[in-house]
């Protein structure tokens, strides 16, 4: 009889492996793509970590098969819910999310929620597979280019090196070092709190001095960023200027990394000292409160398989039936264009494949505006999406601007006005002493929204109500004179920005005059 529910079990897990493999099939193709990266080339080693940990805690996990497996649906519940808002909602991430919930929850159902006692640790090292999403980065990567840079200037000046620092630009005189998004330390960041769980798992015992060491990685990361950028200043400045460039740079980039992990060996090797005397473990305290009462060595019953395979084939009708069956509307393509939008006369500009690729767009406009009575330049794009999927949709352009080096200032939404009949999201931002005033809004089946989470909500709503998600994003962005204000500058662009919503109304559906 054991035999028997042994290969029970077994069915359930093989084939809701089979199920899931096809469901996200094509999201594991571009996480792979995501981890080709070098910000994200250490998520290849996550799969072999996690199975690392379970190989050697079979034989616990073995003993603790069993148990109710109600864990297990509201993981799989949860993971379906993941997989509808991350799809109709464009949030990749969220399907990602998904994918590994609905693995952890397959395992459950299959084998027993006591299992959860022993899987929480690989799991929570296995969310590592999934890179943040882009604004996460490019926000994290203004602050650490910030404290990097800060830091960086107060260590030259300690080493007697005349240093001069404006935002993350740092001028020795002989050259002029910029901490770019590369050099923010972020791309060490990740790793550090991956390989701080990992050397806390194998090392500690107690979940507090993990969690201390887990805290202690992010300064070690940050103060051995500096400390590269530091040495790159002093080498240019007495050695050879060609030294903060090259192979010594990316071969410094290793050796901080190094030295990251050196520093945390030394923190865990003083922790465990602090690591002695009985205490209850993390796994302990889950089963208590969760599976106290248990049967180590009772098996789900049959029909916990079938409710399992249903759930997982309406996950998969999610996707057949609602996600990739949009309705598409008709509209006319730009590719006619008027080059003239009241007094301001334009120059449509043709973008590189490469952008093309990031943007994922189905039809698009860009092009440079220019009003010789205001003697401004108000660069636009539009981005048209027939259908809007969680690897190509509108996205706000904080994510770009940031990522191209530029500090943001402020950001706000502005009330309609006489000049402009709708709200559009105002970025102020500025690199190395310029100002640029951004405005932006997602036009989508017939509203005007500015906030990209409410974009989000939109999304799912109408892709489940109006079986659509197309939209576009209007974005323009227009550099001020030496000496105009902000104020004066959007003026400027409340009279450019209404009239160029009147002329998109052309070329895009019906619905979305109103």
């Known amino acids: 009889m054991r035999g028997i529910f042994l290969v029970r079990q077994h069915v359930v897990f093989v084939v809701s492996m089979l199920l899931l493999g096809g469901m996200y099939f094509q999201d594991m193709q571009t996480l792979a793509g995501l981890w080709s990266g070098e910000d ?62 609905a693995i952890l929850a397959s395992v ?44 960086a200037e107060w260590l030259l000046r300690a080493a007697f090196v005349p240093v001069y620092r404006e935002g993350n630009l740092i001028d020795i005189g002989v050259i002029r070092l910029q901490v770019v998004d590369a050099c923010s330390g972020l791309r060490y960041l990740w790793p550090s709190f991956l390989m ?185 794009l539009v981005a048209w999406y027939d259908t809007q999927t969680a690897s190509r949709a509108a996205h706000a352009p904080t994510s770009c601007l940031l990522g191209g080096g530029w500090l943001m200032e402020s950001k706000q939404v502005l009330t309609p006005n006489a000049a402009r009949s709708f709200p559009v999201g105002q970025i102020v931002l500025s690199r190395n002493g310029r ?9 989508q089946r017939g509203r005007v929204v500015t906030s990209e989470w409410l974009n989000k909500l939109y999304l799912v709503y109408d892709g489940i109500i109006m079986h659509r998600s197309d939209g576009a994003l209007v974005r323009v962005e227009m550099p001020l004179h030496e000496n105009q204000s902000i104020e004066e500058g959007q003026l400027v662009l409340d009279d450019y920005v209404g009239s160029l919503r009147v002329a998109l109304m052309s070329y895009l559906p019906k619905d979305y005059a109103h």
């Open 196 to 380: 701080s769980l990992l050397m806390g798992r194998l090392f500690l015992k107690k979940y507090r001095l993990i969690c201390f060491l887990v805290l202690m990685s992010m300064p070690v990361t940050v103060i051995a960023n500096a400390f590269r950028i530091m040495m790159a200043g002093v080498l240019a400045k007495y050695v050879d200027p060609a030294l903060a460039e090259g192979f010594f740079h990316d071969f410094s980039g290793w050796l901080v990394y190094v030295i990251v992990l050196i520093v945390l060996g030394g923190c865990v090797y003083l922790l465990r000292s602090r690591d002695a005397g009985e205490g209850q473990s993390g796994s302990a305290l889950v089963e208590r409160f969760l599976f106290k009462g248990a049967q180590r060595g009772s098996v789900p019953a049959a029909w916990h398989g079938i409710l399992a395979m249903g759930i997982l084939v309406g996950m998969l009708a999610v996707r057949f039936f609602l996600v990739d069956t949009q309705l598409i509307q008709t509209r006319i393509a730009f590719t006619h264009f008027p080059q003239n939008i009241g007094e301001w006369q334009g120059e449509r500009v043709f973008l590189s494949n490469e952008a093309l690729n990031s943007l994922g767009v189905d039809d698009y406009y860009n092009g440079v505006f220019y009003s010789s009575s205001h003697k401004n330049q108000a660069h636009t």
């Open 435 to 443: 100002r640029l005033i951004s405005n932006f809004c997602f036009l």
């Open 40 to 101: 994200y080339s250490h998520c290849y080693l996550v799969p072999l970590m996690v199975g690392y940990l379970v190989w050697t805690d079979r034989k616990s996990l073995s003993d603790h098969t069993g148990g109710r497996p109600l864990l297990g649906f509201i993981l799989l519940v949860f993971a379906a819910v993941l997989l509808l808002v991350g799809r109709l909602g464009a949030l990749q991430t969220l399907v990602y999310l998904s994918m590994l919930f």
């Open 108 to 151: 459950l159902i299959a084998y027993g929620g006591r299992l959860a006692t022993r899987l929480w640790y690989p799991f929570l090292i296995a969310l590592f597979m999934i890179p943040p999403p882009a604004f996460i980065d490019n926000l994290m990567s203004l602050r650490l280019k910030l404290i990097s840079s800060q830091l």
